[in-house]
């Protein structure tokens, strides 16, 4: 097969990789987007499991770049479920007649900078090779599933799934005795669901997480009408939020106030739909450890309020880290299933799995049988679609080597020795902890600023000095360590059980805040891309 050339390769048609297309077409560049998936969605094509939704308010989620799209798309709920969001994205593919340059069900198997011309080749698991002056990751933080490492996984007969990689044929509980292993925002979600119809759910929980209400509701014509008119303001107030959602830290501490008036505050909160409770809570909950405290307590309590048998509630109250200090799951009724007769909590803490069976779970108190055993046990995060990827940059170097005890970028976008390969919400990137869609869309705009500054200069090739990675990393950590969340085990933290090597804690995310970000990021470009090394002239690039 002959070599495919082009100005730039992106990695995945999900929301970046979309949008970053979009942007370079107007350069008039040539770019092939290669997609592992079937078609465009990346997170919203692969995790099609029961109860997926939003978690963020989904008119603050859909793309802000065009007054078009946000004039014609109305959601139809404020934490739109999956096929909806996945139907956005088609509608943007469609609208942006984008799918002409995606090449789907094509993975990129490796990535390796050829110095003498300064171009990435890539090589494809259709046996092709394509290359470009410029590779860009696009890869999702959360896209590469990872599977327990419980011995027999592979022996169970019944129906099993990941949720990352659920079936696109109708999946049925009705009737079914079902397993669901992992209690994250997936789990949460899933159980939610399939709790609704399965003959018996047993949940099996290692760790409890710390839920709180969703409180989803659907919009009707007025509600859509205010949503449009409102847009330049939603946008307005996640551009000013630490996470980009339009929930903003209460400026006050919860350390001053009375019980009295600190406990009013929760409780609205925790009667308000959306991730208020996490993001829009007073400024030092997240940092202060007797703050946090106070805060947990109130959520405990709740817990015990919402679950009838107390032995029970116990064993969904976390009692190993605070509220907020790992992701949040947003619920549905998700405490009060427990309440069900047709749904079981098996505590691994007190009788861990020993064993799949072909017909089971084998624990250390009993043998269960299952007709269906559904696995949300997580994601190798944000480093994981790299690592999988085998990326080779100038002198050969792996940057699964390079990053072996955590990465090192410049601004969560470059790497030091892998010129031009530009890494879309890669870590220490603040879109990693962000409304993700706001922060995509910085992004991709700085990279394609970056580019047309190129393309204006006739640079061939750009990297970041190691100083200025070295800096970076140095800042990444620092502001990690005000942060409770980096005490506490998680992918935030870069930890997966699932994966031998990664029960060490390294920092994944940026926790800066998106505006100190985007400020810094802008800075950089306002002085000629400062950190930046480019070389100049045109080599034989495409
Ligand atoms: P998470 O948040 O990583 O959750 C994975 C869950 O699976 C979690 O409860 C784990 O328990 C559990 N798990 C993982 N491996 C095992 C084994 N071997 N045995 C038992 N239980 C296990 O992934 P999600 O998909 O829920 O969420 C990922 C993100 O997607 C989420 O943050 C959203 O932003 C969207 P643990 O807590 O590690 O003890």
Redesign the pocket.
């Known amino acids: 097969m002959p070599v495919q050339r082009y100005d730039a390769i992106i990695i995945g048609a999900g929301m970046s990789g979309m949008y970053q297309l979009h942007r370079l077409r107007e350069f008039g560049m040539s770019v092939r987007v290669f997609e592992a998936g079937g078609d465009v969605g990346g997170?919203w094509y692969w995790?099609r499991y029961p109860g997926a939704r939003f978690?963020s308010e989904s008119w603050s989620y859909g793309y802000s770049f065009s007054p078009e799209v946000l004039k014609e798309w109305e959601w139809s709920e404020n934490f739109a479920a999956q096929p909806e969001t996945l139907g956005y994205l088609n509608y943007i593919a469609d609208k942006f007649a984008l799918r002409r340059d995606i090449q789907f069900d094509t993975r990129v198997l490796r990535a390796s900078y050829d110095e003498a011309a300064a171009e990435w080749e890539v090589e494809l698991s259709d046996g092709g090779r394509a290359r470009a002056r410029f590779l860009i990751t696009a890869l999702g933080p959360?896209s590469v599933?990872?599977m327990?490492?419980?011995d027999g996984v592979d022996s169970f007969r019944g129906e099993s799934f990941h949720?990352?990689t659920w079936p696109h044929h109708p999946v049925s509980f009705e009737g079914k005795r079902v397993a669901v292993?992992?209690?994250?925002?997936?789990?949460?979600q899933t159980i939610q669901e399939v709790a609704k119809t399965a003959a018996h759910l047993t949940v099996?929980?290692?760790?409890p997480?710390w839920c709180a209400p969703l409180l989803n509701s659907p919009i009707d014509a007025e509600g859509q009408r205010q949503i449009k008119a409102r847009y330049p303001e939603i946008f307005a107030a996640c551009r000013d939020s630490h996470g980009s959602f339009i929930h903003k830290a209460d400026p006050r501490k919860a350390l001053d106030l009375s019980p009295a008036e600190r406990e009013a505050f929760w409780e609205k909160l925790y009667g308000e739909p959306g991730f208020g409770i996490w993001m829009g809570n007073f400024r030092d909950v997240l940092s202060n450890q007797e703050a946090n405290d106070l805060l947990t307590d109130f959520i405990a309590k709740k817990i015990r309020a919402r679950v009838k048998d107390p032995a029970l509630a116990e064993k969904l109250i976390p009692k190993d880290h605070g509220f907020g200090t790992?992701?949040v799951?947003l619920e549905t009724k998700y405490y009060e299933v427990y309440n069900q007769p047709n749904v079981t909590l098996v505590d691994?803490g007190e009788t861990p799995?020993e064993r799949i069976t072909p017909t089971g779970i084998k624990t250390a108190a009993a043998e269960l049988p299952f007709d269906m055993i559904i696995?949300?046990?997580?994601?190798d995060?944000v480093i994981g679609g790299f690592n999988k990827l085998d990326i080779r940059g100038a002198g050969g170097r792996s940057l699964e080597e390079k990053w072996a005890e955590g990465p090192r970028t410049y601004l969560g976008l470059q790497v030091a020795g892998f010129p031009n390969m530009l890494t879309l919400v890669g870590p220490h990137n603040a879109a990693t902890f962000c409304n993700i869609p706001r922060c995509i869309e910085q992004n991709v705009d700085w990279v394609t600023g970056l580019i047309g500054y190129m393309r204006q200069h006739n640079y061939t090739t750009v990297v970041p000095s190691s100083a200025a990675e070295d800096a970076w990393t140095a800042h990444v950590m620092e502001t990690g360590e005000r942060m409770l969340f980096t005490k506490v085990?998680?992918?935030f933290m870069g930890?997966?059980?699932?994966i031998p090597g990664r029960q060490k804690r390294t920092f994944l995310l940026y926790a800066g805040g998106a505006p100190a970000y985007r400020e810094r990021c802008d800075e950089v470009a306002a002085k000629g891309y400062e950190g930046f090394v480019f070389t100049e002239g045109t080599r034989a690039a495409a």
Do not use: E, K, M
């Not at 099996?204 to 760790?207: C, I, L, S």
């Not at 696995?375 to 994601?379: D, I, M």
């Open positions: 997170t995790n978690d959360l599933p990872t327990p490492s419980i949720t990352g292993i992992g209690t994250g925002a997936t789990g949460v099996f929980q290692r760790r997480n790992r992701r799951p691994l799995i696995y949300a046990t997580g994601f995060a085990d998680s992918w930890i997966n059980s699932n």
